[in-house]
């Protein structure tokens, strides 16, 4: 899975659910799949598959999946098997377990990063190239200023 998205992993794209922005739990939820989460969860998490907490998604309580995209905010702990993925919208405050992390320019982390059973940590530094959300365009089609 080098220098791939993890959001391009999803283990059965036809079988993911997705938790919407309006959308409040207080409880914990958990499944053997991939799930997106763009409401508010107040609990646990574990999903075995992908867990994508999207820019409205929060999670407070401890999240475990198989690999995990950040770009909302989590405040407590992360359980990872494999990669997680912070973007630059991503919003960690608490403890990272992880075997490998992508940390995009622009997230915000408070808190520690530890992996499996003492093996060696693989981070990843990346900037996101995806479209502007203030103009609709990519980064590299925008007009340089002055232009």
């Not at 409040?24 to 994508?52: A, F, H, K, Q």
Request: proline residues 4%.
């Amino acid at each position: 899975m080098e220098n791939t998205r993890i959001s391009e992993s999803f283990t059965d794209p036809g079988n993911k659910s997705t938790l919407r922005g309006t959308t409040r739990i207080t409880g914990n939820i958990s499944g053997p799949g991939d799930l997106e989460l763009d409401g508010e969860l107040v609990g646990d998490i574990v999903i075995d598959g992908l867990l994508v907490i999207a820019e409205k998604g929060s999670v407070q309580g401890k999240a475990s999946a198989g690999n995990m995209v950040l770009a909302g905010r989590v405040q407590g702990k992360i359980m990872v098997r494999d990669r997680i993925e912070v973007r630059s919208s991503g919003r960690m405050e608490g403890n990272i377990i992880c075997q490998k992390i992508a940390i995009a320019e622009g997230a915000f982390m408070d808190g520690e990063v530890h992996t499996h059973k003492g093996k060696p940590l693989s981070p990843e530094y990346f900037t996101e190239k995806r479209k502007d959300l203030r103009n609709g365009q990519s980064p590299d089609m925008a007009e340089a200023p002055g232009k």
